[in-house]
């Protein structure tokens, strides 16, 4: 059983910052990419930013130079600083991570969503 717990989401204004925690546990053999994932309310889920275990990341246009994913992989816990918060970044942001429990199968895992509203 794998769980993925998220942390720090909430209330901010515009030009505010927030930082995201998403930690893995249980039958963990290895981890792959580990990333973020967001939800507005009427449109579809989008990738926000993700780090693999080699350390190469990718972001989404619209985030770059405003957020940093960094990963502590002794804790199996990823990151997503948020700085210069915007009202169209209010979404329910979700932790993405590619497992393996058993060494030769990679699956996807989900976090619950942690809320982030950006006020005007």
């Known amino acids: 059983q794998v769980q993925l717990v998220e942390s720090g989401g909430g209330l901010v204004q515009a030009g505010g910052s927030l930082r995201l925690s998403c930690a893995a546990s249980?039958?963990?053999?290895?981890?792959?990419?580990m990333g973020w994932y967001r939800q507005a309310p009427g449109k579809q889920r989008e990738l926000v930013a993700a780090?693999?275990?080699?350390?190469?990341?990718d972001y989404a246009d619209s985030v770059k130079g405003r957020f940093t994913i960094s990963r502590d992989n002794t804790k199996n816990t990823v990151y997503l600083q948020m700085n210069s918060l915007k009202p169209e970044d209010t979404a329910v942001y979700y932790c993405?991570?590619?497992?393996?429990?058993?060494?030769?199968?990679?699956?996807?895992?989900w976090g619950q969503g942690t809320q982030v509203t950006v006020s005007s």
């Open positions: 993405n991570a590619d497992i393996s429990t058993t060494g030769w199968d990679i699956l996807p895992y």
């Open positions: 249980g039958s963990i053999f290895s981890i792959n990419t």
């Open positions: 780090k693999t275990s080699a350390g190469s990341t």
